[in-house]
Nanobody, 125 residues
Framework: QVQLVESGGGLVQAGVSLSLSCAAS????????MGWFRQAPGKEREFVAA????????YYGDSVKGRFTISRDNAKNTVYLQMNNLKPEDTAVYYC??????????????????WGQGTQVTVSS
């Protein structure tokens, strides 16, 4: 059974940093490329960050570029999202997801086969 479990969310003030983790189990981590998405109330799920099919390139949504960093630890089957200089508009539920190599484009939710349950990030002004 595949599980993606996010952690690290919380309530923070604008300008601070927060780090999210996503631990994967039940899948061959090297056969999947991980990504992060977020969804704010009343809005569609939005692409945040992801690895390329080769795993050597990272991509970011325009609204987080320069502030967020995706990384992974293959030995721990874990992907991270370091979020710096948080803004109130970053408030959302953050989801990690896994797409199979060749499974589709990195920014499209339909490309991802497995999803975590999400972790809430709330940024106050």
């Amino acid at each position: 059974q595949v599980q993606l479990v996010e952690s690290g969310g919380g309530l923070v003030q604008a300008g601070v940093s927060l780090s999210l983790s996503c631990a994967a189990s039940g899948l061959t981590f090297s056969s999947y490329r991980m990504g992060w998405f977020r969804q704010a109330p009343g809005k569609e799920r939005e692409f945040v960050a992801a690895f390329s099919l080769t795993g050597s390139v990272t991509y970011y949504g325009d609204s987080v570029k320069g502030r967020f960093t995706i990384s992974r630890d293959n030995a721990k089957n874990t992907v991270y999202l370091q979020m710096n200089n948080l803004k109130p508009e970053d408030t959302a539920v953050y989801y990690c997801a896994a797409r199979a190599i060749g499974g589709g484009v990195y920014y499209y939710t339909g490309s991802y086969r497995y999803w975590g349950q999400g972790t809430q990030v709330t940024v106050s002004s």
